[in-house]
């Protein structure tokens, strides 16, 4: 097949040029991996360890340049699907043969060094010979400056670890982090800088076949990162992608566009749960609290720049609360002294459910978040049960002000609700405990809020309201009481006196006025 197939997706047509490519292209690479293999665990074609080394390093890196060559001399022919697949190939064997100076930094003298510049080199002309002679060249000067910071990254990370056995035998653990959770996240984030390009016939002058070629160099870096670590006695845990899979997921939401159509409808389906998802799996398996924090207050930025695009609140929501239980555990003993950091994920999380209840428009979101409130605050705080039942009736009263309707059973209910408020309140104020304030904190907001609404005509029950002026009159009507049981009787006597008056005079008022107005309905005079 020396044509592309136009009719075909993207995905189709690359897979095509995968499948039924010359089969000794296929070949070809796997017996050259086999026998460097084979020549690094037995080496036999030279006495020396050097010798092998440097012979495995030059075949491989020279494999690599004529794979570059061959693939330029077939995409002139428009031989499509040959010349993807050694493109592809070219991409997976970019970064191979800094591979083996990782395995050879136990090398004497500056052999290392003078493989990794000699590959740095090869590797830079390889990118050049690309971008000026492949037709229709998917090479731009951003991908080769990447290149170029991909393979200096590759020969700097053995020599690294070389000046640390020399030096420190500690130092790589100290810095594979480093590489891990930094290094290898900004050189995914490089994607972001790779231009738009404009559309032709070959399938590897689309922009995407630029971010494949950048990935599969990433996924080479990766190798070596695991070679080294190999080197050093070291375990690879899946955790240790978990910055830079972030770092993708955010990058391929932001370029989806220039993927092929049916990738962008994954990619913006599946990249919003990702962001939130990766670092939540990182923390559970073992990343540095403290970076899953970061990836987590992040993720609110980033999400801002995405208003109208995606689930905004819902994703900051989650990420500012696994944010928070991710905090260090000084920063946790000062917001919550007693609790250590399983009790504060539980309380974080329970503080989330509330406000996903809240949020929600339902009575019964209502009524279940009431609930959760009140078993919250009773459960996983040093307060009182009154602070408990006031924080549940404050939680409901409020929430009742989105409901679209009240009928008659949220009617009962909150009569209900209302009513063992109003019954515990007055058991407090008859103790005599200072509890019973919180009721009148909580009557005046409701008071307040519930009549505002009201005086504009939106939904909102009555009994609410009702309730807390009767809770605020609770106090002062017990405190009258009180001081009219404890007064002398000829002061009450003198008291009333002055209130019967009183109110015999607005009785004769009233009364001469009633009938002032019935003479004038007669038309009669008015009394003299």
């Known amino acids: ?7 075909r997706s993207p995905l189709a047509r690359m897979a095509a040029a995968v499948m039924v490519c010359n089969p000794f292209l296929l070949l070809s690479p796997m017996c050259l991996l086999y ?10 074609l030279f006495e020396t360890e050097t010798g092998n080394t440097v012979f495995n ?15 330029t001399l077939l995409a002139r022919k428009r031989i499509m699907p040959d010349t993807m697949m050694l493109l592809l190939i070219h991409a997976l064997l970019f970064v191979a043969p800094f591979i083996l100076i990782a395995h050879g930094v136990f090398l004497d003298g500056p052999v290392a060094a003078s493989l990794g510049a000699g590959g740095i080199g090869c590797g830079m002309a390889q990118l050049f010979v690309l971008r000026k002679r492949l037709a229709e060249s998917f090479v731009s000067p951003q991908l080769i400056v990447g290149g170029a910071l991909v393979l200096v990254s590759n020969f700097a990370l053995p020599m690294l670890f070389r000046h640390g056995l020399e030096k420190n035998n500690e130092l790589w653990g100290a810095t594979g982090n480093y590489a ?37 160099w990433l996924g080479g870096t990766a190798v070596q990162l695991w070679t080294v670590a190999y080197v050093d006695d070291r375990a690879v845990h899946g955790y240790q992608f978990a910055v830079a899979a972030w770092v993708l997921a955010w990058t391929a939401l932001r370029r989806a566009e220039d ?57 900051a929501g989650l990420s500012l609360a696994a944010a928070i239980c991710c905090l260090p555990v000084h920063w946790i003993q000062l917001l919550a002294p007693h609790a250590d950091r399983g009790l504060f994920t539980v309380m974080t999380i329970g503080a989330l459910v509330i406000g996903c209840l809240a949020y929600l428009k339902d009575p019964r979101a209502g009524f279940m978040g009431a609930i959760a409130v009140g078993i919250g ?50 058991e407090r104020e008859m103790a005599g405990s200072i509890d019973a304030r919180v009721a009148c904190f909580v009557a005046t907001i409701v008071a307040t809020i519930c009549l505002r609404n009201a005086s504009r005509g939106l939904t909102t029950s009555l009994i609410p309201p009702i309730c807390s002026i009767v809770a605020l009159l609770i106090h002062p009507t017990h405190r009258l009481a009180l001081n009219v049981a404890n007064a002398p009787s000829g002061a009450l006597a003198i008291g009333l006196g002055f209130l019967l008056l009183a109110a015999g005079a607005w009785h004769a008022l009233k009364r001469s006025d009633k009938e002032q107005h019935a003479t004038l309905e007669r038309g009669g005079p008015g009394p003299a």
């Open 35 to 44: 026998g460097i293999y084979r020549a690094v665990i037995a080496p036999n």
């Open 377 to 426: 605050v009773a459960g996983y705080t040093e307060l009182s049960a009154t602070f408990a039942l006031n924080a549940a009736i404050l939680f409901l009263f409020l929430h009742q002000l989105r409901w679209p309707e009240i009928r008659r059973d949220e009617s009962i209910l909150l009569c209900l609700a209302a009513g063992i408020w109003l019954a515990q309140t007055l």
């Open 259 to 315: 993927l092929p159509a049916l990738c962008a409808v994954w990619v913006r389906k599946l990249a919003p749960g990702a962001v939130f998802l990766i670092p939540t799996a990182g923390a559970m398996s073992g990343l540095d609290l403290n970076i899953a924090c970061a990836l987590f207050a992040l993720n609110l930025p980033l999400l801002l720049l995405r208003i109208g695009q995606l689930p905004v609140l819902a994703l």
């Open 57 to 71: 390093f030059v075949a491989l890196a020279f494999y690599v340049l004529l794979v570059c060559v061959t693939s």
């Open 1 to 7: 097949m020396n044509a592309s197939d136009d009719t």
């Open 180 to 216: 891990w959770n930094l290094l290898l996240p900004l050189l995914v984030a490089w994607l972001n800088v790779l231009p738009k390009r404009a559309e032709c016939g070959a399938l590897w002058s689309r922009t995407w076949f630029g971010f494949i070629t950048f990935l599969l």
